[in-house]
């Protein structure tokens, strides 16, 4: 109890001291960047949640590419269960000369069966919850539709051949789960308004699904009798089938964020030891004076833990504060990738970040905090006598034991863990020995600086020199944290910038799809008068894989993730006589008029992903009819080049005559306003697919949620100059004394500031020059190894990152040198 | 000249009363116990610091109403324009620097163009010549307090200020260090007050005055 008073007592002294603020702050800001993302994905877990229930507005479902049994209704009503139908579908909707690609969803009248809807009667105006669908001759749709063609409730909207009225927004509703990270505003329509629209045929690229839901023991009879009917391509899905890949997304991207928010950790991290050290230091007298006062070692120890318990505690509570702003921030920007509303943060995130303020502390300022016990109390009588320090192995062991926790905590297996341990010790290490090399290298310009009338130059770049050690540290630590910065904001655009060059000018902006055998020869004509030379179709067969090399595929397991998911979706098969354009032949051979067999050309990635290659054999189903086809050759596909291309090309004798649709690609110029809504109106049910305005809705998605990253990583910068900080107030005591004497050797204040000046001048535009090349050099990288892109030097960056880094670091050292400057020199001398 | 600081209740009072004059090219010895304030006014005198009250010169310039700036100018200035050495009982040598840039520091600073040449040879008279490179942790304190004295006298001081300068040594270092600092200063004619309590360093200075409780008086 004594000691908890004193502890108190001395805790409100501590944090008065510079080094204990620095620890505070660099505690806050790891705190801040793993309860920021904890706060953040707990949300979006929570809405997951929220819809795992909801997800199917049903209590059983069935999803299919085509329309299901009509005898279903009487199925589901045996077991005493209500039932609904829904379609969902792309299309294009026009209004005064815009155009605007959108998911309509039509539902029969029951729906939801489960959850509800909810909608408004203006973009503003206040909720309503209803558990039934728009009745006939109405649309609900989202406020983004309006937005976009400038439409109000109230007007008609064209869909297709008819016009429906459009009566609420729509705000939620509860089977959004696969759509959640969606492109396309919501159209919710009644299934009594297809026909009349004409929006759908036997060809469309429509998902069907029907809806059950009642008692459990009639959902599992009903399940019973339908497993036994489910045709290929029909899927059976429960609640527990709700969106897995959606979870398995989340999943990972709370790993990444957690990982990258250990970033953050390690610099923070850097920081509290600095600054530990330093208290351990000016805390040697008073553990000495205990000691000389009669107190045993185990009160000292005591003592200091409940200090540094205190000053946790403290920096939890500021981190948490920080985090909790962060995540508000962060949230509001994501609130847009969302088609529903986040609800609040959980307190988990709050005890991770507490946690993580724990083994921080634990890992990088117990060791020296624990050393004062061993303070002896001849200190009293001899000065030079302090605290044996802390071994540098011991240290480097206590904190990679207290990150390797960490990252095993954020990334939940060991193989992860150990990587991205390796990753962040590396880039760290890697940039420190860079920095270290860079000032070893600069040592030339020290000695070359003229003795006379540059003497600030020289003492400044000096003292780069004196304080080696420290300033590899600065520097390292700040070039990390300006580097993963430079990654997402400058580089990530360069990379697209050069993507954008190698797309032709006249590359297709405009697909077309869902076009019906007879439609083809209208559609040309109405395209050639258009001013399209010679508009290509391609044709597309709809089909799912049943077999490889005769193995059923829900018995393989596929290497990659990539595989399995081009197993179990549907396929788009297409043939073709001649080898297609944009494409290049690796391996095999393409058939001539007079092969007569089941053969296919795969794209080399596609095969890859599925394990097989030339000579296996593939078995699809085609509208209940199997097919077979051994795969005669693998071709490289530019993708790049925007022309209609297919992943599996099939010899046309084989395919010709299944039952398909065909597609077209085609350049629109943006002046041409008439032809699409001409198309529209003569062909309701081909779907137009404007490439430009999907790249920039795809770009817009992507754009915030690196925003989101960025601002995780923004923490590591901010660490980064608590590193800074925290290497300064290690040297404060030092630097005074070196001012202190400068000064009475007649340095004027200017020539002082000066030397300190080019010193932080220095340390900031080398981390920004580091920076510049670490971020360069992993966009090379990218560019040259993962995208097959030119990628250019970006002059900007390159004098952009030293300019920002020097300025940085210079007003923050600037700052603290002020008022090192202010006290007078006497006091310098005095003090050592 | 009085010096003092504000507490919460009231002044403390370090310095009362002072008057000292110090002619060119003599030798004061400043004697007194720990605590008297003998550095307060070697620093006060030297324009460290600002005196709470009355007025100092150097040079025949007041120093007190001085800025900062003004009164590292004075100095920082060679024997013509004044200029100013130190010797610290603590050495004050930085430690990330060789002996020879020690010395070499304040000569730069002060715009010389042979520092290198003055600092190697001054290192040379206090008989550290072929320890140049050294760094003060590679050299024994009497070797450390003789860099300093080189570094005091390199810049060719007029006035040279010394604190306890062989405090820190033991008793024979200590005549050694003693015996070249005084021999230096009246070979170059410098001015030198010496802040002490070791009653047979002060024997050596030309004049005596001791501090105490405060308040300065001439000594015998």
Known sequence: ???????????????????????????????????????????????????????????????????????????????????????????????????????????????????????????????????????????????????????????????????????????????????????????????????????????????????????????????????????????????????????????????????????????????????????????????????????????????????????????????????????????????????????????????????????????????SVLRLRHVPPLRVLRRDLGAPSVSTWMLLASAAAALGLLVRWQAGEWQLAGYALLGLIGTALGFALLAWLLLWAGRGLQRGAPATGWWALRFGLGALQRRRGLAVLQIGAFATGMAVILLLAVVRVDLLAAWRDTVADDAPNQFLINVQPEEVEPLRALLRDAGIADPRFYPMVRARLTHLNDKPIDEIAFAEERGERFAHRDQNLSYAAEFPRANRMLGGLWWGPDDAGHQVSLEKRFADSLGIGIGDKMEFDIAGTPLQAHVMSLREVDWDSFQVNFFVLFNPKALADQPGTWVTSFHLSAADHITLPRLNREFPTVTAIDVGALIGQVRTLIDRAVLAVEGVFGFTLIAALVVFLAAFQAERADRGREIALLRSFGATRVQVRRAAMIEFLMIGGLSGLLAAAAAWGAGWLLAARVFNLDYAFNAWMWIAAPLIGAALLSTAGMLNVRRVLAEPPLQGLQAS | MEHGFTVPHGTLSILRDIHLRVKAGESLAVLGPSGSGKSTLLGLLAGLDRPSGGRIEMFGTRIDDLDEDGRAALRAGDRDAGGVGFVFQSFQLLPALTALENVRLPLELSGNRDADARARDWLGRVGLGDRLDHFPRQLSGGEQQRVALARAFAGDPALLFADEPTGNLDRATGAHVAELMFSLQRERGVTLVLVTHDENLAAQCDRRVRIDGGELRESA
């Open chain 1, 1 to 367: 109890m004594k000691q908890l008073a004193i502890a108190w007592q001395l805790l409100r002294r501590d944090l008065r001291a510079g080094e204990v603020r620095v620890l505070v702050l660099a505690l806050a800001v790891a705190v801040a960047a793993v309860a920021g993302v904890g706060f953040l994905t707990s949300r979006v877990d929570a809405a997951m949640q929220r819809q795992a229930s909801e997800l199917l507005a049903a209590d059983v479902s069935v999803e299919a590419p085509r329309e299901l049994p009509a005898d279903w209704d009487e199925l589901a009503s045996d077991e005493g269960l209500r039932h609904a139908r829904i379609v969902r579908f792309p299309t294009v909707v026009f209004h005064d000369g815009r155009s605007q690609l959108v998911q309509a969803k039509a539902v029969t009248a029951d729906y939801p069966l489960r959850g509800e809807l909810r909608h408004s009667a203006t973009p503003d105006g206040e909720e309503v919850v209803s558990t039934s669908a728009p009745p006939a001759g109405e649309v609900w749709v989202e406020r983004r539709l309006l937005d976009s063609l400038g439409l109000r409730v109230g007007d008609s909207l064209p869909l297709g051949r008819g016009e429906l009225r459009i009566a609420r927004v729509l705000r939620y509703e509860p089977d959004r789960g696969a759509d959640m990270f969606q492109i396309a505003p919501r159209v919710l329509m009644a299934w009594a308004d297809l026909d009349a629209t004409g929006l759908l045929n036997a060809y469309s690229r429509a998902r069907y699904r029907f809806l059950a839901a009642g008692d459990e023991a009639g959902v599992a009879a009903f399940r019973a009798v339908l497993t036994d009917r489910l045709q290929a391509g029909q899927r059976l899905l429960g609640i527990e089938d709700a969106r897995p890949e959606f979870r398995s997304a989340l999943e990972r991207a709370q790993r990444f964020l957690g990982l990258a928010a250990l970033g953050a950790v390690l610099l923070a991290g850097a920081a509290v030891a600095l600054a530990a050290h330093r208290y351990r230091e000016r805390q040697s007298d008073m553990a000495a004076l205990m000691r000389c006062f009669g107190s045993r070692q185990n009160d000292i120890l005591t003592l200091y833990l409940l200090r540094l318990f205190g000053i946790g505690a403290v920096a939890v509570l500021i981190g948490l504060a920080l985090a909790w702003l962060a995540q508000a921030v962060l949230g509001e920007v994501l609130a847009g990738l969302f088609a529903t509303t986040l609800p609040p943060p959980s307190w988990r995130g709050a005890g991770v970040g507490a946690l993580t303020a724990v083994v921080t502390l634990a890992g990088f300022a117990l060791p």
